[in-house]
Each structure stands twice: as C-alpha cells, then as structure tokens.
C-alpha cells in the first residue's frame, strides 16, 4: 500500500503563485509515475500533470503554460509549481503513484487517495 502525503495549499489571489509537495511512502515499485490531480466542488476530480521516474512529463492541456511538474525519486516527492492562478484553479489537489504515463490519465484507476490539499484562489 501507498501513503500520500500532499501539502503547500492555501488561500491565494488571482495571479499569485503556490508550491505544492506530496510525498509518498510504503510499496512503491520502480519505474513509476507520479502524478497531480484535483477536484474542484461538485467536479469529478481530473488529472493535471504527471512525471515518470525516468523524467518524461506529461501535462493536461492548458495546465503547461502555467503549471511546471517535477520530482525528487531519492525522496519520493513530488512538486507542482503554479503560476499566474485563477479562480478555475480552486480545488482539492492530490497526488498518486502508477506505472505509466497512459494509467496516470484516469484518475479512476487509482483505489485510494491522500487527504489532499486545498488550493483557493480568490480575492
């Protein structure tokens, strides 16, 4: 089993910025992807962005321009950097781990989740 562990959220105004951490623990078998997704209030939650161990990113569209995703596969750690954030961004992020880029797409495939961390932008 994965332990997820997603921090950095807060409150922010439109165009600021937030850095966020997720850290995972317990069986994680390599090669892997990391990957964030989020659920907005009465949203389904949807992917945003994912990286595997080997550095391959992929993003969901429109997040790239805004959203930068990276990894430190020493530390199990995951980091979404957001810039230029809007109302729209409001959510609940999470993070998870899975094996391919095409698996981390559909947040369905995933049976458990972290607790998550909440982003609000708003002024």
């Known amino acids: 089993q994965v332990h997820l562990v997603e921090s950095g959220g807060g409150l922010v105004q439109p165009g600021g910025s937030l850095t966020l951490s997720c850290v995972a623990s317990?069986?994680?078998?390599?090669?892997?992807?990391m990957g964030w997704y989020r659920q907005a209030p009465g949203k389904q939650r949807e992917f945003v962005a994912c990286?595997?161990?080997?550095?391959?990113?992929d993003y969901a569209d429109s997040m790239s321009d805004r959203f930068t995703i990276s990894r430190d596969n020493r530390k199990n750690m995951l980091i979404l950097q957001m810039n230029n954030l809007k109302p729209e961004d409001t959510a609940v992020y999470y993070c998870?781990?899975?094996?391919?880029?095409?698996?981390?797409?559909?947040?369905?495939?995933?049976?458990?989740w972290g607790q998550g961390t909440q982003v609000t932008v708003s002024s």
């Open positions: 998870n781990v899975g094996r391919t880029i095409a698996n981390m797409q559909n947040p369905t495939r995933f049976g458990s």
């Open positions: 317990g069986s994680i078998r390599t090669p892997n992807s």
């Open positions: 990286v595997t161990s080997g550095g391959t990113i």
